[in-house]
């Protein structure tokens, strides 16, 4: 008896996309990671094919990707330099990617080249220089401002970290509610807890034993952390408590923050560390007492999930994308108001109830957020893009002969299914 034949095979089609990876330095900040961890995350699936332009520098970064199967090329262009990244973001990255003959490009750092000829996909991960202007210089809040509204008149697709910077992004520049997609970011896998023995090393390497809290951020004026170290240095002095607040991150001067804390005399109540890989963030994490991010401004609050991860309590702010991210998972604080603040740290740094409560509720949250599923709704957007641009061809498959079918090689056989 003949067998009815399955449904032909498809042969599918995996688009060849274009990433700016520039902002892979080896002292990558939030956007690298995203853009290194989104990029191993969409190769991993198998069905996209990766070029990537990234700093000739980055060898940690390129190894990592040519490991999962990208293709890297090496350029001489900087982030470190305004001068270069205006010329790479509108001259040779436009050449380059030309040049590739790509399907689609992704901007994972707000840029997207002129007049560009091909599908693509920009990342607007926060609107910071709307809400807080002061915080940046006039040239680059000029700079910015111009690649965001370049990539909401241009842009196939429009991806953001949280669905309270989508809702901004659709109420400040109105691109159309179907050209924003949400992409939540996750924390890296190697961000774990640390055991006793390496906290106590890296407590011992900065001269924090007697206990500390920690904030890990650039300084910027919008991370709020000089109303965070006098709060927090309010609460030590009422009890009596030897606590330390560890900075860590940006360069200690960044905004003139170590100069203000130590005009208000903070400077012993006080540890900057600096830049710190990712093994040393993780045990200066797994240490703290509680991990405060009292930000005025977020796009996403990917540290608030990196703290989770390690299993340590988290004080961030009431509403927005923070809030968005922390669910029931924080102690949440009006980040304007010092009482707030102080009543917030008050309670964390006494209440050892409640910061087990927070921990617990932090292994839930953290697992709401992954890698594959930011790279899931990357992929959709890709898709639904290349198929609206006509781009995404439509394959035929034709089915096999059934194997219970004899055939002559003589005869002309039938191949349509009966």
């Known amino acids: 008896m003949q067998r009815i034949p399955a449904d032909p095979p498809r042969r599918s089609f995996r688009p060849h996309v274009a990433i700016d990876g520039l902002c892979l330095s080896e002292r990558r900040g939030g956007i690298g990671a995203y853009t290194l961890h989104l990029a191993k995350a969409l190769l991993a699936r198998g069905d996209v094919r990766l070029t990537c332009f990234l700093p000739a520098e980055s060898a940690t970064a390129a190894g990592e ?70 915080t940046k210089s006039r040239q680059f809040r000029v700079y910015l401002g111009h690649m965001i509204r370049r990539a909401v008149r241009r842009a196939d697709m429009l991806l953001t970290d949280s669905q309270a910077v989508a809702d901004d992004l659709i109420t400040r520049y109105e691109p159309g509610v179907e050209r924003v997609r949400v992409a939540p970011l996750a924390p890296v896998s190697s961000l774990v807890r640390q055991s006793d023995e390496v906290i106590r090393e ?88 509680f991990f405060a991010f009292p930000s005025l401004y977020e796009g996403f609050g990917l540290p608030l999930l990196e703290a989770m991860r390690c299993e340590t309590p ?34 964390l740094l006494l209440d050892p109830e409640l910061r087990t409560t927070l921990v617990e509720r932090g292994r839930r949250r953290m697992q709401e957020f992954s890698w594959e599923r ?28 059934p194997r219970s079918v004899r055939t002559d090689r003589r005869q002309p056989t039938s191949t349509s299914p009966r």
């Open 202 to 289: 890296h407590a011992q390497r900065f001269e924090i034993e007697d206990g500390y809290i920690l904030h890990a951020s650039n300084f910027d004026d919008r991370k709020n952390v000089e109303a965070l170290a006098i709060a927090f240095d309010q609460v030590c002095r009422r009890h009596d408590r030897p606590d330390r607040l560890v900075l860590a991150g940006g360069h200690p001067w960044t905004g003139n923050i170590g100069k203000r804390l130590r005009a208000r005399g903070l400077s012993d109540r006080v540890r900057f560390t600096g830049y710190v890989p990712t093994d040393t963030l993780a045990a200066l994490y797994s240490g703290a007492t």
């Open 314 to 347: 988290v004080l961030t702010s009431r509403g927005g994308a923070l809030a968005e991210v922390a669910g029931d998972a924080a102690r949440l604080v009006d980040p304007t108001a010092s009482a707030a603040l102080e009543e917030g740290i008050e309670e």
């Open 374 to 401: 930011c790279a899931e709704e990357t992929f959709s957007a890709m898709e639904l893009v290349l198929r609206s641009r006509g781009r995404w061809p439509v394959t035929i498959g034709v089915p096999e002969l």
């Open 65 to 134: 990707l040519l490991q999962h199967g990208a293709t890297v090329v090496p350029v001489r262009w900087s982030l470190d330099r305004a001068s270069e990244q205006v010329l790479w973001e509108n001259w040779h990255l436009r050449r380059k990617v030309r040049r590739l003959r790509a399907d689609l490009y992704f901007g994972p750092n707000f840029a997207l080249p002129p007049r560009l000829g091909l599908p693509s996909i920009v990342t607007l991960h926060d609107f910071a220089v709307d809400h807080f202007p002061h």
